[in-house]
């Protein structure tokens, strides 16, 4: 296994960090997109990686805001009450989109031993409607084969793009949720009309974080099985 600690520039001379970890003849590159303030250190990403990795999967994990961004949003966190119209960054999509994107791009030219491989998202929070957009709408669309959403918000992401998904997608979401939750993933998911394969799973006994005993190993066994079906 090769495990890299990665930092990828962007245009403002900042940078996103990210590990990346690749085993012996990898299958697929699975990018995670992490949402709510969460990243690379998440421990259910983390694990499931791990799980990926020792099914031949190589994984990225990377942060979708810059550390500046993320203390704008800890800061706007304590004002939006009197300032209702703020949009935190890690619900911006067309930036998280756009984030993906940079990952996914560098990724493929720098890393000799992921260029080619087909690509799959693992989506969390409102990073699983930055997924959606990326698998749709960015230059390697024809690469990108699946999408995994656990915990998700599909739902914020465009109507239309949902309605253009072609890869292989999966809705994971914890039969103990809020039912806005659940709903949210249902709505998404009837409007998925045109993917090559899609399920909703709800995980019995589990919460939105997947932390009572047993729900992260549950979880990341429906997402590994999806992920080996469908790249």
């Known amino acids: 296994m090769n495990i890299l600690e990665i930092a990828i520039p962007l245009p403002n001379n900042e940078y996103l960090h990210g590990i990346l970890s690749i085993p012996e003849n990898p299958k697929a590159l699975i990018i995670f997109a992490h949402g709510g303030g969460s990243g690379r250190d998440s421990p259910r990403d983390q694990h499931v990686a791990n799980i990926l990795n020792q099914k031949g999967f190589a994984t990225l ?14 800061k706007s966190q304590k004002v939006m009450g009197r300032f209702p119209g703020i949009v935190l960054n890690t619900f911006n999509i067309p930036l998280l989109s756009n984030r993906l994107f940079v990952i996914t791009d560098w990724a493929i030219r720098q890393i ?12 969390a929070s409102a990073g699983a409607a930055a997924a959606i957009e990326t698998a749709v709408s960015s230059s390697y669309s024809e690469k990108t084969y699946a999408i995994v959403s656990r915990g998700g918000r599909p739902d914020l992401a465009d109507s239309d793009t949902l309605k253009r998904v ?16 659940i709903d949210f993933n249902k709505k998404a998911f009837k409007q998925l009309k045109n993917t090559k394969a899609k399920d909703l799973v709800i995980v019995p006994h589990a919460g939105h974080w997947f932390d009572e005993f047993g729900a992260v190993e549950r979880m990341a066994k429906v997402a590994t099985q999806w992920f080996t079906r469908t790249l």
């Open 61 to 74: 994990l990377a942060d979708l805001l810059t550390p500046v961004e993320q203390d704008s949003d800890t």
């Open 112 to 123: 000799s031993e992921v260029k080619g491989l087909p690509i799959g998202y693992f989506g």
């Open 166 to 181: 072609n890869a292989a997608t999966m809705l994971i979401v914890g039969a103990k949720d809020s039912k806005d939750m």
